[in-house]
């Protein structure tokens, strides 16, 4: 069983930078892909990005691409999103998940077995 925990939610202006951490528990957090959600008020939980079980490799969503990036250091048993030059459309609460399969539909919330509780992220125009 993992546990995970999300910190580094805050408010920021749009044009600033926050980075969020996801702490987890247990033996097994290098065997599994870490990904990044958000979801805001009245919309569906949305795939941000995800990084496989040895960092190797990262998959984003189109509208974070070269702004947001997700970095992972197994020994601290952590996986990071930095978000540089946000804007107020990426308000929302991020949870980070876990998945044990590694599945190809990385994007797809139903891919996940464990997820965090979530942090708020807010960004003011």
């Known amino acids: 069983q993992v546990q995970l925990v999300e910190s580094g939610g805050g408010l920021v202006q749009a044009g600033g930078s926050l980075r969020l951490s996801c702490a987890a528990s247990?033996?097994?957090?290098?065997?599994?892909?870490m990904g990044w959600f958000r979801q805001a008020p009245g919309k569906e939980r949305e795939f941000v990005a995800v990084i496989t079980s040895n960092g190797g490799r990262t998959y984003y969503v189109d509208s974070v691409k070269g702004r947001f990036t997700i970095s992972r250091d197994n020994a601290k048993n952590t996986v990071y999103l930095q978000m540089n030059s946000m804007k107020p459309e990426d308000t929302a609460v991020y949870y980070c998940?876990?998945?044990?399969?590694?599945?190809?539909?990385?994007?797809?919330?139903?891919?996940?077995?464990?997820w965090g509780q979530g942090t708020q992220v807010t960004v003011s125009s």
């Open positions: 998940a876990a998945d044990f399969l590694g599945s190809i539909r990385y994007y797809a919330p139903d891919s996940y077995q464990h």
């Open positions: 247990g033996p097994t957090f290098s065997k599994y892909a």
